[in-house]
């Protein structure tokens, strides 16, 4: 839809396989989950038959797909445009292993699995609902605030969750020159938890299941980049593949179910009271109701003696179902 109306130029004669073929065949890749450009153009034939007559060897491929990260992050985020919602930011960031980059790549410790990398950090910018909408790629060394206040600045007016990692007064306030509002989790006793805080948590949830779609379901740890300018085009490759599958999942949910809001990455499929592992799904924040989570949570932040109660959840079996996503927030094992 976007790539089309992209005008690429590229040196020498016109290839058998055009610049936007090649854009739908890293989508394709990408969802799929296979890492490996080879093994991926061998069994594309068979997973769509007649779609691809013509098909370019593995390094014209990959040499291709880099020359093509500009115009695949482009059509990424004139997607994301139709389906970025209200003024609600969530940021974080996640570590990446990667080979020896010079003078990019580093040591990194990520505190949620206790494990040092040598890599690069992504540094990524969604809405409520999970549409990535920007992106910044940081040496594993360096603080995330930096490359979070350069995000920032293309969202001015806008309320921004961001983890623990974001407290302080001198960066508040410096995103509050750019007219970005920061919420972050504040100082608690240990069992001491204010609901406000814990619907906080609750919608930075959502970004965390854009993390492991990516990681998981796409592999991007896996990506098997061996320059920067190569994890680069993995990165855009996938979070095109990720931004279509919830179009997707929304002009589904608009026709069959109008009068309700679009599917988020925190939804989960309904055809089954219980998850695979046999214990029920957790509770989950009706789309309709987060709008008000948000003003909870701001009041809280400038109200410490709020105590607001949680708000109303769904279960599995309520008025609130949604449909199956098409491309899952979490990869089951």
């Given amino acids: ?73 482009t059509v990424q985020l004139g997607i994301a445009e139709l389906l970025a919602a ?40 969604s809405d409520r609902r999970g549409t990535p909408l920007g992106y910044d790629l940081r040496p594993a060394n360096e603080n995330e605030r930096e490359g979070v206040w350069k995000l920032a600045s293309a969202h001015s007016g806008s309320l921004l969750f961001a983890d623990a990692g974001h407290r302080g007064r001198e960066h508040r306030e410096s995103l509050g020159l750019l007219g970005v509002e920061l919420i972050v989790a504040e100082r608690h006793g240990l069992g001491e938890r204010p609901p406000a805080e814990i ?69 989960e499929p309904t055809s089954s009271p219980y998850r695979t592992n046999g214990t029920p799904p957790r509770p989950r924040v009706s789309p309709d109701c987060l709008q008000s989570t948000v003003d909870n949570c701001k009041e809280y932040t400038h109200c410490r003696s709020c105590q607001s109660s949680a708000l109303p959840l769904y279960e599995e079996g309520s008025s609130h179902k949604t449909p199956p996503v098409v491309v899952g927030p979490r990869t089951r094992s």
């Avoid at 599958?245 to 599917?263: D, F, K, Q, W, Y």
């Fill in 86 to 125: 209200d003024c609600v930011r969530l940021v974080d960031g996640t570590l990446l292993s990667c080979a020896n980059f010079a003078g990019s790549a580093a040591y990194g410790y990520c505190a949620a699995k206790s494990r040092w990398y040598w890599g690069m950090r992504l540094l990524l910018v």
């Fill in 199 to 267: 619907l906080k948590a609750r919608i930075r949830l959502v970004v965390e299941s854009v993390f492991s779609t990516l990681k998981r379901q796409m592999r991007l740890e896996d990506h098997l980049a061996k320059t920067l300018p190569g994890l680069a085009q993995r990165i855009v490759q996938r979070l095109l593949a990720l931004t279509i599958g919830m179009l997707i999942n929304t002009i589904l949910s608009l026709a069959v179910h109008p009068e309700r809001s679009p599917p988020t990455m925190d939804d």
């Fill in 1 to 73: 839809m976007f790539a089309c109306s992209l005008s690429i130029g590229r040196p020498g004669p016109a290839g058998k396989v055009t610049d936007q073929e090649l854009i739908a065949l890293a989508v394709a890749q990408a969802a799929t989950g296979l890492v490996s450009d080879r093994q991926f153009l061998s069994m594309i034939g068979g997973l769509l038959p007649g779609f691809f007559p013509d098909l370019p060897d593995q390094s014209q491929f990959n040499r291709r797909l880099r020359r093509l990260t500009p115009p695949i992050a």
